[in-house]
């Protein structure tokens, strides 16, 4: 089979990046929609969104039968599961206190979180550049965290939104170290997302009912915007950039997936009318420019999930 033209990856990469960068929008309209906010209704939407992925991502289970890797793949891949569900539910609460223009840039630091795991866990070294991206984006952070709440003070509670956002970058940065780990003793990509998906819409599926109130009860609008997110934000948004990696650099896939704070808080100002605080901006520009540096100055490149 041939590979397809440079314009054919383009184009499929930026349907993936906007949809991924839907997907706070989907969570603001489910927010908004149910009346709900906090730790209860993020369960359903992370649990959700996984189980309906899981369920399409079935067949791939007789992939998992064929593939002889390594045991350390599968409890990797279990592992990775459990960090992706921590993920979700992390930054999907994050958008109920803070801005998505403050959630969005903190979650898609995970190149700096995964430079520093891989130093820590495996010695890698970190070159002084990186280093440098590293404090550049530590300093866009505190401005976002003085910054506060967006320019229509929406949100009480901004700094926990804040870290509840950087948790999920740093769940995600587990789940891509684990899966690094995983695919390296012997799984393939088929096997592994199947194993991922699976544990963690497992992990997440009784959440609902022990904290909150089930799956039930929301109204139907509710149901619409959580389809659309594992439709669009999931299978067609995480499948395109899985694709297109396959055929361009990884580095420049990592800084692609950059523009989804940009594009999320473009659709949260239309249709919100969101508009973050001047220091909110400010500190959102410059984390970008640290992870940039970090990104193109680091020997092991990770894309953002």
């Known amino acids: 089979m041939r590979s397809p033209k440079l314009w054919q990856v383009t184009f499929i ?7 991924v960068s839907s997907t706070a929008i989907f969570i603001r309209l489910a927010l908004e929609a149910s009346g709900k906010l906090g730790l209860e209704f993020s369960l359903f939407l992370a ?51 803070t801005s998505i223009a403050a959630s969005t840039t903190l979650v ?22 990186t280093i440098l ?28 939104g804040n870290v509840l956002a950087l948790m999920g970058a740093l769940f995600v940065s587990f789940y891509l170290i684990f899966g690094k ?19 963690a819409a497992i992990l997440l599926f009784p959440l609902p009912f022990v904290f909150g ?10 149901y619409l915007y959580v ?23 990884p580095t420049l896939i990592t800084l692609a997936i950059l523009f989804e704070p940009i594009g999320s808080s473009f659709l949260g100002f239309l249709l919100f009318q969101e ?17 940039i540096i970090a990104v193109v100055s680091s020997q092991d490149k990770c894309k953002s999930v």
């Open 13 to 19: 990469l930026t349907i993936g990046i906007l949809s």
């Open 275 to 291: 508009i973050p605080s001047i220091l909110v901006l400010i500190g959102a520009f410059i984390i970008l420019v640290g992870v």
């Open 181 to 199: 780990i995983s695919q390296q003793e012997g799984l393939n990509i088929s096997s592994y997302s199947v194993i991922v998906y699976t544990t």
């Open 227 to 249: 389809l659309l997110m594992a439709i669009f934000s999931q299978l067609i948004g995480h499948t395109s950039i899985n694709w297109s990696v396959r055929y361009v650099s």
């Open 108 to 129: 898609t630091t995970n190149p700096i979180w995964v430079a520093l795991l891989s130093w820590f866990w495996f010695g890698e070294k970190i070159k002084k550049i």
């Open 47 to 97: 649990a959700s969104r996984l189980i309906i992925a899981s369920i399409v991502l079935f067949p791939a289970w007789k992939t998992v039968v064929k593939n002889k890797a390594n045991v350390k793949a599968y409890y990797y891949a279990i592992g990775a599961g459990f960090s992706l569900a921590f993920h979700f539910v992390c930054w999907i609460t994050s958008l109920s206190f």
């Open 213 to 222: 109130s089930g799956y039930s009860n929301y109204p139907n609008p509710v």
């Open 133 to 160: 991206g590293i404090f550049i984006a530590l300093l866009g952070g505190i401005l976002i965290a003085l910054g506060g709440n967006d320019l229509n003070n929406s949100y009480n509670q901004p700094m926990l």
